[in-house]
């Protein structure tokens, strides 16, 4: 009958009502952990995110700390990553980058083997100085090729 309608109408509006409610409450959350996060070792761009405990290690090092976290060596791949990339560095920071031309020198490539599209090198980068295999970005934004076992590169990583 109308009468048992009009009671179920009202049950659901009153669901609705709190689900909305909870909605806005997770929103809320989000939004407080999302700035939280950006605040210093989390950057997103596009799908990608760059993010560092603040470690600062070798190269391979690196590379394993961010592959057991189910990540990979932070490596920009244009420049809305390069520069989101170096908003994660304190001043005077350096940062390793995940490629390398230790198999042929001079042909930098990604740590899956293909070779690097985007650089932003510089200037005079990269001149090999005492055999530099391995690549850190200045807190400058720009790119230096560097020793692979310098241990003072924070450690930054995708995923
Ligand atoms: C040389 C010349 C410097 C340069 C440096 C780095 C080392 O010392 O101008 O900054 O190499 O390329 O990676
Ligand atoms: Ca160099």
């Known amino acids: 009958g109308q009468k048992g309608e009009s009671a179920t109408f009202d049950s659901l509006q009153r669901q609705v009502t709190a689900l909305e409610k909870n909605i806005q409450t997770l929103q809320a959350d989000i939004s407080r952990h999302q700035k939280f996060f ?19 290690d070798s190269f391979e090092n690196g590379k ?7 990540g990979g060596l932070a490596c920009p791949h244009n420049h809305a990553e390069n520069t989101a990339l170096r908003e994660i560095l304190k001043d005077s920071e350096q940062a390793y980058l995940g490629m390398s031309d230790v198999q042929t020198e001079g042909k930098f490539l990604y740590l899956n083997g293909r070779p690097v599209t985007y650089t932003n090198w510089e200037t005079g980068e990269p001149n090999n100085d005492e055999n530099e295999d391995c690549v850190a970005m200045y807190d400058n934004e720009k790119w230096n090729d560097i020793d692979c076992s310098n241990s003072e590169m924070l450690i930054i990583c995708e995923f």
């Open 64 to 70: 394993s700390l961010c592959t057991k976290a189910g």
């Open 38 to 56: 950006s605040f210093r070792w989390v950057k997103s761009v596009g799908k990608k995110t760059f993010m560092s405990t603040g470690t600062k």
